[in-house]
Nanobody
């Protein structure tokens, strides 16, 4: 069983920064991606950013230039550096691991990010 534990959420002012971390309980073999999704009240969960095991990144248009995803394979950890935060970034942020080989998704429980104006 793969477990994902997020940390780093909280309250920030508009224009501020937060850094999210997600520790995965074990390394994932084969092609896979690690990423962050978010869900705001009354909205569907959406992809924020993802990074493959080869280092290819993908960002939602709304966060390009402001957020940076990275990973530390030795620590089985994925990070999301969020700069220039906006009130519309307020959401619960979920860590995700998708295995291309098994087509399985693993999710963390989420961490709340609130940005005040």
């Amino acid at each position: 069983q793969v477990q994902l534990v997020e940390s780093g959420g909280g309250l920030a002012q508009a224009g501020g920064s937060l850094r999210l971390s997600c520790v995965v309980s074990r390394s994932i073999s084969g092609r896979h991606s690690m990423g962050w999704y978010r869900q705001a009240p009354g909205k569907q969960r959406e992809l924020v950013a993802a990074i493959t095991n080869s280092g290819t990144t993908n960002y939602a248009d709304s966060v390009k230039g402001r957020f940076t995803i990275s990973r530390d394979n030795a620590k089985n950890t994925v990070y999301l550096q969020m700069n220039s935060l906006k009130p519309e970034d307020t959401a619960i942020y979920y860590c995700n691991v998708h295995s291309v080989y098994t087509n399985l998704d693993y999710w963390g429980r989420g961490t709340q990010v609130t940005v005040s104006s």
